[in-house]
Antibody
Framework: QVTLRESGPALVKPTQTLTLTCTFSGFSLSTSGMCVSWIRQPPGKALEWLALIDWDDDKYYSTSLKTRLTISKDTSKNQVVLTMTNMDPVDTATYYC???????????WGQGTLVTVSS | DIQLTQSPSFLSASVGDRVTITCRASQGISSYLAWYQQKPGKAPKLLIYAASTLQSGVPSRFSGSGSGTEFTLTISSLQPEDFATYYCQQLNSYPGITFGGGTKVEIK
């Protein structure tokens, strides 16, 4: 059974760095073809893809946010970590992690974690 | 980046109605398109991938079609549990992934 769960702070201040952790089970990121991605959704708005890391430790980022994002993995812990620097109130959103087999689609999602950026 | 434009952004329909949602890509994406359903407070759920392949467990009243730049999601007979927001997503430019703006389906 595949599950993913996001964890991290519910509230961050402007200019701070956000660190989110995705802990998953039921698959391994050392398996060829396996990838995990982060997606966010501001309240009442559409989904926005942020970053992806694959089994080979290749990393890919949204063009508009790549200067602020870092994605990494700890295969032994079944975790993927996303950091986003210089947080702003417009970054307030629910952040999801999701599994995406290579060249495929988001087939399993976490429940999401709401991050509010406010002083 | 490839842009996806969904229409309509909102539609009001009744149980039993046939519903069609369109997703247009800013450039050709072959059949590299998926559709997701999202209910309030929940994560999106994959419905259709590769433009027309039904994900396992998804009711057959859902269908997808199209290729290139124009795609459609059809619900043949709208059920109460289908009232939700629907998103298209492309991965032709993988891993540069993009989502459409969403279509909210509400009860008339």
């Amino acid at each position: 059974q595949v599950t993913l769960r996001e964890s991290g702070p519910a509230l961050v201040k402007p200019t701070q760095t956000l660190t989110l952790t995705c802990t998953f089970s039921g698959f391994s990121l050392s398996t060829s073809g396996m990838c995990v991605s982060w997606i966010r959704q501001p309240p009442g708005k559409a989904l926005e893809w942020l970053a992806l890391i694959d089994w080979d430790d290749d990393k890919y980022y949204s063009t508009s946010l790549k200067t602020r994002l870092t994605i990494s993995k700890d295969t032994s812990k079944n975790q993927v970590v996303l950091t986003m620097t210089n947080m702003d109130p417009v970054d307030t959103a629910t952040y999801y992690c999701a599994r995406i087999p290579h060249d495929s689609y988001f087939d399993y999602w976490g429940q999401g974690t709401l991050v509010t950026v406010s002083s | 980046d490839i842009q996806l434009t969904q229409s309509p952004s909102f539609l009001s329909a009744s149980v039993g109605d046939r519903v069609t949602i369109t997703c247009r890509a800013s450039q050709g994406i072959s059949s590299y398109l998926a559709w997701y359903q999202q209910k309030p407070g929940k994560a999106p759920k994959l419905l259709i991938y590769a433009a027309s392949t039904l994900q396992s467990g998804v009711p057959s009243r859902f269908s997808g079609s199209g290729s290139g730049t124009e795609f459609t999601l059809t619900i043949s007979s709208l059920q109460p549990e289908d009232f939700a927001t629907y998103y298209c997503q492309q991965l032709n430019s993988y891993p540069g992934i993009t989502f459409g703006g969403g279509t909210k389906v509400e009860i008339k």
